[in-house]
């Protein structure tokens, strides 16, 4: 029976950023084109979504993406109005063995590799089918000789999840070859307590949805492999409905190893999907760029998307908070703005709001962050708990720092905070015995720079040291597993 609980979402999205896939598109370079010219862009394995400022060519990227993989299994046929005369070339793997594809958008390009390539553009492509259905004279006609397919309890339920209707039934048929920009087109006949009615008279909104699940079940069952690239799939429907579709969505990715391209503006569709899995697309001096949202979150501020808040973090003290912020900017699934930030005033009162705040809320959590010096102390409290983490080490961040500073090499340490080798020396002379609360007070005063500058730039440059690539990643590991 298929599981369609929130808990077992969520396992998919976290399973989505985390398996192998069989398809992994990495680079694609443009060339020759007056719109895309030499842009390139670097992809994640699974899903990335483009964002960007109406009228930049996101469709036009969009569209020449698909025309360039297009095969007869595909779900529309080429577009014929491409904007731009680019060609691309795609560096991607497939089941290990990379590939290098030289491909022309608005050209045939004899592909020797299996990829499915399907397009869900429910802005265009709804109206346009609706209408198509609508305008045939004898339709009527040519649905009474082909067959139809009720959907199974499974697929009955998954349908009614999508579109958050209760469903008496479904059926389908799937024409084929009956019109020239569509291979193939589903035809839906619904049954709703009792109430008949089919693709022709339903919202577009619900048809949009029931070919959305359409599409995903011909994934299911396709043994290819799959990129499934959907163009703005919030037209039509309401946030609820959006959230529902993304679940979908990380199912598809998690348990198909499906690979996916996505263009959005929504919040709602983004709010899980990791800022190194965004693309932001801009024109800069007529030329097309694109940015990771993970390096350069500022520009989604531009577009009005905000990171969305995976929860509430509380801490120790100010020390732990900038250790925290340094681990999170590098890590490879939240950025800073992803979460609010409380600070506690000492371990016991981390530990007491741990036990204050709820355990779990939908799409948001409260997290306690320990210093790692806690970690025996507190294996007992907390006992029966799971929304916690442990900063890396066994030390307190200060301790930790100390630490690394004494068997850092000054030359180093003077390069990365902007001072010279005899001011950083003098500063760790006059430091030298103080308690480590006291440390990095005294020796922001001696380098003449604030203590946030000081510690954080101090942070960045542990976690940048390879030695240290186990702990942060045992880190990020442990935040993720806390998230719920």
């Known amino acids: 029976m298929i599981n369609l609980r929130q808990a077992k979402m969520n396992d998919h999205w976290r399973t989505a950023f985390k398996r192998d896939y069989s398809l992994v598109v990495k680079d694609m370079v443009f060339s020759e084109g007056e719109i895309f010219g030499n842009a390139s862009l670097k992809l994640k ?121 209760e469903y008496s039934s479904i059926e389908i048929i799937n024409i084929e070859d009956e019109y020239d920009s569509f291979p193939m087109l589903p035809f839906f006949t619904v049954d709703r307590e009792g109430v008949k009615y089919d693709s022709r008279n339903m919202g577009l909104g619900e048809l949009s949805l029931l070919y959305y699940f359409w599409i995903i079940d011909y994934i299911r069952k396709s043994k290819s492999n799959c990129l499934l690239i959907i163009e703005e799939p919030e037209s039509f429907l309401p946030p609820l409905i959006q959230n529902r579709l993304c679940d979908v969505l990380a199912m598809t990715l998690a348990t198909e190893g499906t690979a996916c391209l996505i263009s959005t503006h929504s ?51 100010h020390a732990a908070y900038l250790f925290a912020k340094s681990l999170i900017k590098v890590s490879p699934l939240f950025v800073l703005d992803s979460f609010l930030y409380h600070c506690s005033g000492s371990e016991g009162d981390v530990l007491l709001d741990l036990k204050r705040y709820p355990s779990t809320m939908t799409d948001f959590s409260f997290l306690a962050v320990f210093d790692g010096d806690c970690r025996e102390r507190l294996a007992k409290d907390l006992q029966g708990f799971e929304n916690f983490v442990f900063l890396p ?77 186990g702990s942060v990643a045992r880190f990020f590991a442990e935040l993720d597993r806390s998230i719920k």
Not at 276 to 288: A, E, G, K, N, Y
Not at 437 to 444: K, S
Request: glycine letters at 4%; hydrophobic letters at 40%.
């Open 267 to 317: 919040e709602h569709i983004l709010r899980k999907i990791p800022r190194s899995h965004i693309h932001i697309m801009c024109r800069i001096l007529q030329q097309t760029k694109f940015f990771n949202a993970a390096s350069h979150f500022e520009r989604m501020d531009v577009l009005g998307l905000m990171a969305p808040k995976k929860g509430l973090l509380f801490y120790e003290d």
């Open 45 to 165: 394995p699974g899903v990335n979504a483009i964002v960007g400022k109406n009228g930049v060519g996101k469709s036009s990227f969009i569209r020449a993406i698909y025309n360039s993989l297009m095969c007869d299994s595909s779900n529309r046929k080429k577009f014929s109005n491409l904007l731009d005369k680019s060609k691309i070339e795609l560096d991607l793997t497939i089941s290990g063995e990379d590939f290098s594809l030289n491909l022309v958008p608005f050209e045939d390009n004899e592909i020797e590799q299996d990829i499915l390539c399907l397009l869900f553009d429910p802005c265009s492509l709804i109206p346009e089918i609706q209408n198509l259905f609508n305008q045939q004279d004898n339709f009527n006609e040519l649905l009474e000789a082909l067959s139809s397919v009720p959907l199974s309890e499974d697929e009955l339920k998954l349908a009614s999840f999508i579109t958050n209707t």
């Open 393 to 469: 080490s066994s030390l307190s961040p200060e301790e930790l720092i100390i630490s690394y500073l004494r068997r850092e090499e000054l030359t180093h340490l003077a390069s990365h905070i902007g001072k010279s080798v005899e001011d950083v020396a003098m500063a760790k002379e006059i430091c030298a015995g103080l308690d480590h609360h006291d440390y990095f007070v005294e020796m922001a005063k001696s380098l003449a720079l604030s203590y946030d500058d000081l510690f954080t730039k101090l942070c960045d440059l542990w976690i940048g040291d390879e030695e240290n690539f």
